[in-house]
């Protein structure tokens, strides 16, 4: 994968984990303040459509000078930026048009964010129906996992299998590391 792409790019966010609102008992509700992505862990990511290469990574939040620096350092100057109207991408510095997906809107000629939402809903359907939980201490290793089986599903079988060897080659994953505390959380049970 060759950083920053050229475009045009397509950027998206998503949210994995937390509690959903609408599952609560009312009474649990009252005391919640904010969206539905309060206590989830933001995913923010980028598609080349000339490439077809994803880049995606675990943010710290979804506010405007995050997600903007998120897709500038991810795209050439150039690079023309296709995203949704959420306000957190106004002021992007690119050649940037938001479908109006509040106004139901979702595809308006080349404005439209459908091949990294593809990605996203792969992600999210490994999500439900593999994994199951993933936490926000290991959310990351996961998105990399299958920002890498986008970027190499066209290979043949020998080029992936090479790199993973290649990326192993001095490295050593300690059982003792992967349970170290990184100060986040691991969604295990007292």
Known sequence: MSLPFAGPVEADETYFGGVRKRTMPKSRRKGLTGRGAVGKTAVAGVKDRETNQVAANVVRDTVGETLRGFVEARSQEGAQVYTDDATAYRGILRTHV?????????????????????FRAGLKRAHKGTFHKLSPKHLDRYVKEFEGRHNSRNADTKEPMARVVTGMHG??????????????DSGARS
């Open 171 to 184: 490295k050593r994953l300690r059982y003792r590391d992967l349970i170290a505390d990184n100060g986040l």
């Open 98 to 118: 938001a479908g109006r997906h509040s106004s139901g809107e979702y595809v308006r000629l080349m404005a439209h964010t459908n091949e990294i939402e593809s």
